[in-house]
Nanobody, 125 residues
Framework: QVQLAESGGGSVQAGGSLKLSCAAS????????MGWFRQAPGKEREGVAS???????YYADSVKGRFTISKDNAETTWYLQMNSLTPEDTAMYYC???????????????????WGQGTQVTVSS
């Protein structure tokens, strides 16, 4: 079973940047969708960005132009570069992996089979 571990969260002031990492172990999938999700206190978990084995990328409207999803060449670590952070970005961030190539359903949480434990991002004004 694929295991995912997030890191890189922390506290930052508005306008700052953070880079989250998601390390995958036992990852042998040739076709996959890898996503980042977040859940703020009192809110439902929402999709932030996804990428797949073709290199396609997808973003929520709220983060377009500010966040970038990427992966290393070995395809064992995925990243979420977050710039121009605002207090509205404060949330627990999770990475997730699914056995399909992302499409219009890139944010469909039920399709992601493996989830990490999450890393907290706090943005102060």
């Amino acid at each position: 079973q694929v295991q995912l571990a997030e890191s890189g969260g922390g506290s930052v002031q508005a306008g700052g940047s953070l880079k989250l990492s998601c390390a995958a172990s036992r990852f042998t999938w040739s076709s996959y969708c890898m996503g980042w999700f977040r859940q703020a206190p009192g809110k439902e978990r929402e999709g932030v960005a996804s990428t797949d084995s073709r290199g396609s990328t997808y973003y929520a409207d709220s983060v377009k132009g500010r966040f970038t999803i990427s992966k290393d060449n070995a395809e064992t670590t995925w990243y979420l570069q977050m710039n121009s952070l605002t207090p509205e970005d404060t949330a627990m961030y999770y990475c997730a992996a699914g056995l399909w190539r992302c499409g219009d359903d890139w944010y469909s949480q039920t399709r992601f089979a493996s989830w990490g434990q999450g890393t907290q991002v706090t943005v102060s004004s």
